[in-house]
């Protein structure tokens, strides 16, 4: 059953799966929570000690200060803090990248591997956010006129209806969310300016799907020129939740990372 743990401003849901000497905590995006890494932890929690949880807000979290997203990377090094995790690898989709990538470059002793899955927020790059604003405002008006949904690929809509489904039900759990109005993930938010990424010294990864709609793979593949030593990896046929339409692929990517980081 999750648990709760209170940080600054804020009581988070969390759950914890496997044991093992090294953990992995993932980051769910906007369409998820804490319940959204049924693909994952099967596959990692025989070797790995697995965090999931909820940002505040999100699910079952609460946002008691009223922070937001700005207290996201904070309340990561906390809910590390209280859970005895010296250092974790960080797996963060869409906007669970604005949670990791900045906690990593401000504590990169605490962070062994960084998988930047779908997304490249926490990089306080104009044109990047630009980029992907643009991108979704086009997905989120192709939406109302009866177009794919935003969060899955077209391929992904088409072979598993189930899935769809199962991924809308663990998202209206979520409170309402205004997809309407694009969060800011600008530096002024949170976001490491671009003199900062030089402290990411672990491996990472971005990983991108193809028809990504919401943050194209174009820009991810921009971010990861930015983050020195950063891998590019795409997937074919993945929209913006390759780790739910693609579980093998994207567990694939990360098994890699987590070989490089260990060895």
């Not at 804020?10 to 953990?23: K, M, N, R, S, W």
């Not at 976001?191 to 990864?205: G, K, N, Q, R, W």
């Not at 339409?245 to 260990?262: G, I, K, T």
């Amino acid at each position: 059953m999750p648990k709760t743990l209170e940080v600054s401003g804020a009581t988070l849901v969390y759950d914890e799966f496997g044991e093992g000497p090294e953990t992995i905590v993932f980051v769910h995006g906007a369409g998820g929570n804490h319940l959204s890494w049924w693909n994952q932890i099967p596959r990692f929690s025989d070797r790995f000690r697995c965090v999931t949880y909820e940002v505040r807000g999100w699910g079952q979290s609460q946002d008691i200060s009223g922070e937001g997203r700005t207290a996201f990377a904070r309340d990561l090094g906390e809910l590390m803090d209280q859970l005895d995790i010296a250092r974790a690898a960080l797996v963060g989709q869409s906007m669970g990248g604005f949670s990791i990538l900045p906690y990593a470059a401000r504590h990169p002793e605490r962070v062994t591997a960084l998988l930047m899955a779908d997304t490249m927020l926490g990089i306080g790059d104009q044109e990047l956010l630009d980029a992907m604003r643009v991108a979704t405002a086009a997905a989120a008006e192709n939406a109302r006129l009866g177009g794919m949904t935003r969060m899955v690929g077209s391929a992904y809509l088409e072979r598993s209806p189930a899935g769809v489904f199962l991924y809308n039900q663990i998202r209206a759990l979520n409170p309402p969310l205004d997809l309407d109005r694009p969060l800011s993930f600008g530096v002024e938010d949170g976001a490491i300016p671009l003199d900062e990424l030089s402290a990411l010294t672990m491996p990472i990864v971005f990983l991108a799907g193809a028809e990504d709609a919401i943050i194209p793979a174009d820009v991810i593949r921009r971010a990861a020129e930015m983050a020195p030593g950063a891998r590019y990896v795409e997937i074919p046929t993945g929209g913006h939740s390759v780790y739910w339409e693609l579980p093998d692929e994207f567990n694939a990517v990360l098994e890699e990372l987590l070989a490089e980081a260990y060895g």
